[in-house]
């Protein structure tokens, strides 16, 4: 079975542009999951979607948003980009609620 | 308060020998999941291991084993016969509650390095 892909691996861009990442799921999971990672504030819940329903968010702006599709992919938004958003973003599948299995990743840059 | 705690900003280690890498945790729910995941410098998060609240038994997967001791909230992740290979940011997570929680929270890390 293929992993979960993420796409693109690598993006940057400038403050105040909008970026959206990609995520295909392993093939038969329906739970997505996106997460920040930075330095300092380590790893950070951003939201979890199930069968295109928006099932938990973390503490993060209305800048970031999502959505899921019908075969489960999802793509995540960052409107208004910050520096501070300067992150690697990892998306991870799951079947329902068991272990979740993580992307490469996307670095994402803002300069 | 942290809910997960690993005290190990980092560690050496020599090929071969066995590692501990400590992990303690903090919750109010009676239903809980904790899991380790492997952080490569490529950035990929690897699952290694889980360990329900209410198993009973301690948790195996290959040379990965969790000394899960419920009473005192503590999850370690033990590394058998360390390789080269095992040489990585390791991550210590908790899901919380009901099924109907997602999220996973996580703590700081602790960089593992393997000498030859």
């Known amino acids: 079975k293929a992993g979960v892909t993420q796409t693109p691996r690598y993006l940057i861009k400038t403050r105040g542009q909008q970026v959206t990442l990609s995520c295909s799921p392993i093939?038969?999971?329906?739970?997505v999951s996106w997460y920040q990672q930075t330095p300092g504030q380590g790893l950070q819940f951003l939201f979890e979607y199930f069968s295109e329903t928006q099932r938990n968010k973390g503490n993060f702006p209305g800048r970031f948003s999502g959505r899921q599709f019908s075969n489960s992919r999802s793509e995540m938004n960052v409107s208004t980009l910050e520096l501070g958003d300067s992150a690697l973003y990892l998306c991870?599948?799951?079947?329902?609620?068991?272990?979740?299995?993580f992307g490469p990743g996307t670095r994402l840059t803002v300069l | 308060a942290q809910k997960i705690t690993q005290t190990q900003p980092g560690m050496f280690v020599q090929e071969k020998e066995a590692v501990t890498l400590d992990c303690t945790y903090d919750?109010?729910?009676?239903?809980?999941?904790l899991f380790w995941y492997k952080q490569p410098s490529s950035g990929e998060m690897i699952f290694l291991i889980y360990q329900g609240s209410y198993d009973e038994q301690n948790a195996t997967e290959g040379r990965y084993s969790l000394n899960f001791q419920k009473a005192r909230k503590s999850a370690n992740l033990v590394i058998s016969a360390s390789q080269l290979g095992d040489s990585a940011m390791y991550f210590c997570a908790m899901r919380e509650g009901a099924d109907s929680n997602y999220q996973l929270i996580w703590g700081a890390g602790t960089k593992l390095i393997i000498k030859p």
């Open positions: 991870a599948s799951s079947l329902y609620t068991d272990t979740q299995y």
């Open positions: 093939s038969g999971h329906r739970s």
């Open positions: 919750t109010s729910d009676q239903s809980y999941g």
